[in-house]
């Protein structure tokens, strides 16, 4: 029998180093916190990516101390070694989490801006989205007004990630329209 479905679904939010390296830039890893506190969002943070930092002397700072540090031994699926270690242990993990919680009303979603990763999950058929996506699901959500939405998408070209003109405008006119 299956579960009934609430109303609200409830997300898990799987990141790699990208979008959380975008974030750090614009000084806004408070975001992260801001929701999974309002917006039943679990975030994930695969050990990997948490070592990446570590590798670079980096500190990851993510502003909540119930922010979940899986780690990820076997790969259930073949996922292909151009990825990096991060990218690879997020999709695992999405993968799993995706079966499992396939009868609860949960999406599972990876966030990264690595372009092949992205593409790997799709044909898995998990949710992916990047910077730019999650900075609108922050909005959707009341984490962040339109205006600090589209103050942060208008930062974006100075910060480490690459994107076209046309995916920026695209992204603000999303923001603009809802």
Do not use: W
């Amino acid at each position: 029998m299956k579960k009934p479905r609430s109303s609200r679904e409830e997300y898990i939010l799987i990141f790699n180093a990208t979008t959380l390296i975008v974030l750090r830039e614009l000084n806004r890893l408070d975001i992260i916190e801001k929701l999974r506190r309002t917006c039943r969002v679990k975030v994930v943070i695969p050990q990997s990516v948490e070592n990446e930092f570590l590798r670079a002397g980096v500190e990851l700072n993510v502003p909540s101390d119930e922010v979940t540090i899986e780690s990820v031994s076997i790969l259930p699926i073949d996922i292909p070694r151009s990825l990096g270690e991060g990218e690879r242990h997020a999709i695992a993990l999405a993968y799993t989490l995706t079966r499992e919680l396939s009868e609860d009303n949960v999406a599972v979603v990876v966030v990264t801006d690595d372009k092949r990763a992205r593409k790997k999950c799709r044909e898995l058929r998990i949710r992916v989205f990047g910077t730019l996506g999650l900075i609108e699901f922050a909005k959707k959500r009341g984490v962040v007004s339109k205006e600090e939405a589209l103050e942060l998408l208008k930062r974006i070209p100075d910060t480490s990630l690459y994107i076209t003109p046309e995916l920026l405008e695209e992204a603000l006119a999303k923001v603009r329209h809802q």
